[in-house]
């Protein structure tokens, strides 16, 4: 019995640490692209990005209970490696905290709005997350740990109710529009929706090194979120139209989410409201679980005590950059989670397990208990992936796989 508990609170884990706010992303994203190239992307993202996790697993099992990926990647790669992996670490936190800084302030002035009548400056919209759910993080671990108990809660709920309302209204003749071209812009955002790379480590020592038992947790725990995008896909693609006011081609030039083109939508007041509740609770429960790791990985890194002076010190670092850049670009939102999956997600979790187990395996000829199947063969393809990946990103940012100026020209034709 205490096996099957373990197996199902690490697939939770899994799951829970995969499902985030970068979700809400994906029907923006992929829209131009199409349900059917979507999926695809989709579940060739599910099998490379698992198998780099089994590449984390197998590194990790090298090493001692207790260890981080920061020294995985020093024991394996050295110093350069270390601080390499340091910067990009840093990078993908401050990246993700600035999204779901910039994704909650649609949401609180629609709820603002909708309460009082009163329409919030775009520049005050950032703010209720920081003073409100700021806090928890201002206060600790424990604080961030009940609130967010309550907020998954919340999440799994409206994800529930939205489902089973909005499935009726799904229009089949809008999940049949495809265009593979248009894929190269979604790649990075997509890569954010599949990363849980970082509790492997955790997980390993929670189930207490059972090789048989974590392949189980990492194959199933993964599977789980790789079925949630494909039905929120379902709904999303099916019900938002690409092009119009509201549609996803002017979403993803205006930086708004899925859910929130879906509020604005529905004329059914509480499936609107139901919408933006479920995408309040999929940015808070991210932006906790991200920023108490920022906070704690500025805390170490620049050895500042926890005491009052020293959280407010914290709170100031880890929020100042994310809320410069939120108020500086309007469509923070999709920006920072293309960044943060091009060159924080595929290069921390896709890259560097690679060269890791490279490393490991064919230099300091490491040997464990577990050994990833696929030989050179299966580690040179994830590297020529992961490379693929920054090198779209870095196109896509220089306007030459679909640029705004294009989508507007579309968009004006229809």
Same mark, same amino acid.
């Given at each position: 019995? !205490?096996? #099957?508990?373990?197996? #199902? ?33 989709? #579940? ?15 590194? !990790? ?29 840093? +990078? ?22 909708? /309460? ?27 604080? &961030? ?5 309550? /907020? ?37 955002? &997509? ?22 038992? #974590? ?46 083109? /879906? ?23 991210? +932006? ?42 309007? $469509?923070?939102?999709? !920006? ?29 000829? $490491?040997?464990?208990? +577990? ?31 679909? !640029? ?11």
């Amino acid at each position: 019995m !205490n096996d #099957i508990h373990r197996l #199902i609170g690490g697939v939770l884990l899994v799951a829970g640490t995969t499902i985030g706010a970068g979700m809400l992303a994906l029907p923006v994203a992929t829209g131009l692209a199409g349900f059917v190239p979507s999926i695809v992307l989709f #579940i060739g993202y599910w099998l490379y990005m698992t198998f780099t996790a089994f590449l984390m697993l197998e590194v !990790n099992l090298w090493m001692g209970e207790q260890t981080n990926l920061i020294t995985m990647a020093r024991q394996t790669l050295g110093k350069g490696g270390q601080i390499l992996s340091w910067i990009v670490y840093l +990078f993908l936190l401050y990246s993700l905290t600035t999204a779901y800084i910039a994704g909650s302030g649609p949401i609180f002035i629609d709820f603002i709005y909708s /309460l009082t009548g009163w329409q919030m400056p775009v520049w005050a919209s950032p703010f209720p997350l920081l003073l409100i759910f700021g806090f928890f993080v201002y206060k600790g671990a424990r604080s &961030v740990d009940y609130a967010n108990r309550l /907020l998954m809660l919340g999440l799994v709920i409206t994800y529930i109710l939205m489902v089973g309302f909005l499935m009726p209204d799904v229009q089949m003749d809008l999940l049949q529009q495809a265009n593979w071209a248009a894929l190269g812009i979604a790649v990075s955002i &997509v890569s954010t929706s599949f990363g849980f790379h970082i509790i492997i480590p955790t997980l390993t020592d929670y189930l207490h090194r059972d090789v048989r038992q #974590i392949r189980q947790v990492i194959w199933i725990g993964s599977l789980v979120p790789l079925l949630v995008y494909i039905s929120w896909e379902l709904i999303a693609l099916g019900i938002v139209p690409l092009y119009g006011e509201n549609g996803l081609v002017a979403g993803y030039q205006k930086g708004l989410d899925g859910a929130t083109l /879906l509020s604005h939508l529905l004329g059914r007041s509480e499936l609107s409201l139901l919408a933006r509740f479920f995408s309040l609770f999929a940015i808070v429960t991210s +932006f906790l679980g991200v920023s108490l790791s920022l906070r704690d990985f500025l805390a170490d890194g620049l050895n500042i005590q926890k005491t009052r002076k020293g959280r407010l010190i914290l709170y100031l670092l880890s929020f100042a950059p994310p809320l410069l850049l939120t108020l500086i670009d309007p $469509r923070a939102f999709l !920006n920072a989670l293309e960044y943060a999956g091009a060159f924080g997600v595929v290069t921390l979790l896709g890259l560097f397990p690679v060269l890791m187990v490279w490393r490991g395996r064919y230099i300091q000829h $490491r040997l464990s208990s +577990f050994k990833v199947p696929g030989g050179k063969l299966a580690l040179g393809l994830a590297f020529v992936v992961s490379l693929t990946v920054i090198t779209l990103e870095v196109v896509n940012k220089g306007g030459w796989i679909v !640029n705004k100026p294009h989508l507007e020209t579309v968009h004006n034709r229809k």
